[in-house]
Nanobody
């Protein structure tokens, strides 16, 4: 099993969009399709909190992002993504992707008001 790596963070104005991606290296297809994966985030001075997850075709979202964020995955590319729309300043955080029990190093998302 290889590392997990996020990409796509950055600075955006409130109301804008960003798309985060997470690449899972050296994972066979049967493992990828059966493993839970998703995103957490941690804002300054706060605990890490759940954002979204996907396993198979089932998805789950935190109430705070429901209707604004969409999680998806690409089995062939071994990636999962988080489309973030209608971003708010309170979405500012370091976003961490996970695959099973493996975590990426995090990517910063900053939403300016």
């Amino acid at each position: 099993q290889g590392p997990v790596q996020e990409s796509g963070g950055g600075l955006v104005q409130a109301g804008g969009s960003l798309r985060l991606s997470c690449k899972t290296s050296r994972t066979i297809l049967s493992v990828f399709t059966s493993t839970s994966m998703g995103w957490y985030r941690q804002a300054p001075g706060k605990e890490r909190e759940f954002v979204a997850s996907i396993r198979g075709s089932s998805t789950d979202y935190a109430d705070s992002v429901m209707g604004r964020f969409t999680i998806s995955k690409d089995n062939i590319k071994r990636t999962h993504s988080l489309q973030m729309d209608s971003l708010k300043p309170e979405d500012t955080a370091v976003y961490y992707c996970y695959f099973g029990d493996r975590w990426g190093p995090g990517t910063q998302v900053t939403v300016s008001s």
